[in-house]
């Protein structure tokens, strides 16, 4: 129900733009989110928003570099990465929450999510 896409080989230091669609949603947004996994590592939270405040959340590795956006009539939400390092390569998922919690860093909190799309960052 999530689509995913925007990875891709990129050099160190540049930039891409990943985005996530939710086309003919029947469900409720709470937030949605990106997490990424790395070879061999664990699943890690990136960013999240909430949907109809725009609160926004990121991981400490990547404030300063990376930012999310939505777009609520388009029901899609965006990362913008910049300065990439090689630290950032790994699979991206996006990810959708539908009512609150406390936290919007836990992956299990989540309830829908795209199939991913590889970033790949070469120094």
């Known amino acids: 129900q999530l689509q995913a896409s925007g990875g891709g080989l990129v050099q160190a230091g540049g930039s891409l733009r990943l985005s996530c669609a939710a086309p003919?949603?029947?469900?409720?947004?709470?937030?949605m989110a990106w997490f990424r996994q790395a070879p061999e590592k664990e699943r890690e939270f990136v960013a999240a928003i909430t949907w109809s405040g725009g609160a926004l959340y990121y991981a400490d590795s990547v404030k300063g570099r990376f930012t999310i956006s939505r777009d609520n009539a388009k029901n899609t939400a965006s990362l913008q990465m910049n300065n990439l390092k090689d630290e950032d390569t790994g699979v991206y998922y996006c990810?959708?929450?539908?009512?609150?919690?406390?936290?919007?860093?836990?992956?299990?909190?989540?309830?829908?999510w795209g199939q991913g799309t590889l970033v790949t960052v070469s120094s």
């Open positions: 003919g949603r029947t469900f409720g947004i709470y937030a």
């Open positions: 990810a959708v929450k539908r009512y609150y919690s406390d936290t919007l860093s836990s992956s299990t909190r989540y309830d829908y």
